[in-house]
């Protein structure tokens, strides 16, 4: 039987480069963005040392079966070693090595990464890092542009060369926000916001994505980036500005039902931060469910059965419900300037 397997077994092992060859590079190693460049490279130094170590654990196991295997003039050879305190400082020694040598890049690359990237060109250097608020619904990514006054569904524009600041947030289910050509993921959580700092250094289009398991729709909560140049994106920026339909309550509330977005992508004048901001209010979600006539049977799955209340019907949506953030967004501002200095 083994004699019949052999042929086959030397096959595939000869098809095996042949196979690997015809796979592309993952997109965590091939950055496109100074983040990304950096966890790269830590990715990178910990599977080469990795290796090395595993490298060196083989060639101890090759000597040591060599050269104390059974045999007849090996007599005088005593395998008790209890006690010995060379071998149990070398080998107390060593991980406390191997730990510290992955542990100093690993922390520093961490602190950096919480801070806004350095940028290349005078003119990028001249700006403040883009603002951008990611906010997670199931399934379903919404993108606010609140200096630009403008929010996407789906994807989203930005320059190259310019730090963008992510303000992460969820209205319903933690999600985790991932590019992984641009960067590592961060959660976005209701009732909280956290910072992710990314950076496109190449014109090009990026593949993004929800890195956190939320139900039935999960696979499918996914966004492009696009990375333009300034002017291109100031372009979109002023297209968007001029021909997109202005965004209402109403409409943003259905966005809130579970589900995937019909339309794919869509682009909005205004943003839903005039209305609420979800890292402040965790309830709006169940709020807006509920003047909508929408009862959740399954949070976790899609649930397009129920018929929702038209606009007109609900006097809610009849009156001005616009939240005063000036003074939040003052501080923010002068936040993200400060730490652009």
């Known amino acids: 039987m083994l004699k019949k397997l052999k042929p086959l077994s030397l096959l595939l092992f000869l098809a095996l480069p042949l196979m690997l060859a015809g796979c592309s590079t993952p997109e965590v190693l091939d ?19 990795m290796l090395t170590i595993v490298a060196v654990v083989f060639v101890l196991l090759t000597i040591i079966l060599v050269k104390y295997r059974e045999r007849k003039d090996h007599d005088k050879y005593s395998p008790e070693l209890h006690g010995s305190m060379l071998l149990e400082t070398i080998w107390t020694i060593i991980p406390i090595i191997i730990v510290v040598i992955l542990a100093v890049p690993t922390v520093r690359t961490i602190y950096s990464l919480e801070e806004a990237p350095q940028p290349k060109t005078a003119e990028a250097a001249q700006e403040d890092p883009l603002v951008v608020h990611a906010t997670s619904i199931n399934w379903k990514w919404v993108f606010t542009y609140p200096e630009e006054d403008i929010e996407t569904v789906n994807y989203l524009h930005i320059p190259i060369h310019r730090p963008v600041e992510f303000k992460l947030t969820s209205a319903d289910s933690m999600a985790a926000l991932w590019i992984p050509s641009l960067g590592g993921q961060k959660y976005n959580m209701a009732g909280m916001q956290t910072t992710l700092y990314l950076q496109a250094d190449h014109v090009g289009t990026y593949d993004g994505r929800n ?131």
């Open 211 to 341: 890195a956190n398991f939320t139900g039935e729709g999960f696979n499918e909560q996914r966004f492009k980036v696009y990375a333009d140049e300034e002017a291109d994106y100031q372009q979109w920026v002023e297209d968007v500005q001029n021909s997109a339909p202005e965004l209402t309550q109403y409409e943003y509330d259905n966005l809130l039902i579970p589900g995937v977005y019909e339309d794919g992508t869509a682009e909005f004048n205004g943003t839903h931060l005039q209305w609420i901001d979800h890292s402040k209010n965790a309830d709006y979600t169940l709020e807006a469910w509920d003047r909508l006539g929408y009862e959740p049977k399954n949070p976790h799955a899609k649930d397009k059965s129920q018929n929702l209340l038209r606009e007109d019907e609900i006097p809610y949506y009849q009156q001005d419900n616009t939240v005063d953030n000036s003074d939040e967004d003052m501080d923010s501002e002068e936040h993200a300037h400060a730490g652009h200095e």
């Open 31 to 49: 950055p496109k963005g100074p983040v990304a460049s950096q966890q790269s490279d830590l990715i990178i130094l910990s599977i080469i040392f």
